[in-house]
């Protein structure tokens, strides 16, 4: 299972099968189109706020997804409302810059690529830079959040509960029991494998990150 390992220059090394790059490539693909649509709402923000980035929605986005990316500050609605118009836009791009980061990453770097040839070698190598880890855990994260909303993992709050870790292991213990539960014709087994496998890469770049 591929794995970050971290280089003499501070940098961290990952080689991803064809199959894995893919995955990942599909997969910041439609967080991007999620994040970039929302609910349909562009068309109405106002051109100046925008500018300044705010927005002209208090509402907390109806797609369950997004919900669980961009969650609600605070329990009062009127408090959340009003701290989401001042933020949403921003951490929107935030996550957005993050999804682009990994997306470029795994992109073939040939200079005759025409952008429509698919990754046909058996793996590809890349190279995280150090300045980049960060935005890659928050983008590793937005995307197993996203499988896990999916798949009915958790809650709808963009964090763990209060235990935390403890809370998060004990998930991971649940989901890992129902794969093994699942018939091998199950489609959805394979989007549990993939959460799984998202998951380890989040904790192989925090161990190669702790191991500097």
């Known amino acids: 299972m591929s794995s970050f390992h971290p280089l003499d220059n501070g940098d961290f090394s ?9 995955v990942l490539i599909n997969l910041t693909e439609q ?31 109806e797609d369950p997804v997004l919900r669980r990316l961009l969650p609600n500050a605070y329990e009062d609605e009127q408090a959340a409302g009003e701290f989401r118009r001042y933020t949403e836009h921003g951490l929107r791009e935030k996550k957005k810059a993050h ?11 040939d200079e005759d690529w025409n952008g429509d040839t698919p990754l046909d070698k058996g793996s590809i190598q890349i190279t995280v ?9 928050g983008g590793l994260n937005d995307l197993r959040l996203a499988l896990a909303v999916r798949l009915g993992i958790g809650s709808d709050k963009g964090t763990p509960h209060v235990e935390g870790a403890v809370s998060e292991k004990m998930q991971d213990a649940d989901v890992h029991k ?8 199950d489609p959805m087994k394979a989007v549990y494998a993939v959460y799984s496998w998202i998951g380890w890469l989040q904790q192989s770049l925090l161990e190669a990150l702790e191991g500097q």
């Open 14 to 22: 990952i080689t991803f099968t064809s199959q894995e790059a893919h």
């Open 31 to 61: 967080l991007l189109e999620l994040l970039a649509d929302g609910d349909g709402q562009s068309h109405q923000v106002d051109p100046l706020l925008h500018l300044v980035g705010i927005s002209n929605s208090e509402a907390p986005p």
């Open 99 to 109: 999804a682009i980061l990994i997306y470029e990453a795994l992109l073939p770097q």
């Open 129 to 137: 830079p150090m300045s980049d880890s960060l935005a890659w855990l």
């Open 178 to 185: 129902k794969y093994e539960l699942m018939l091998e014709s």
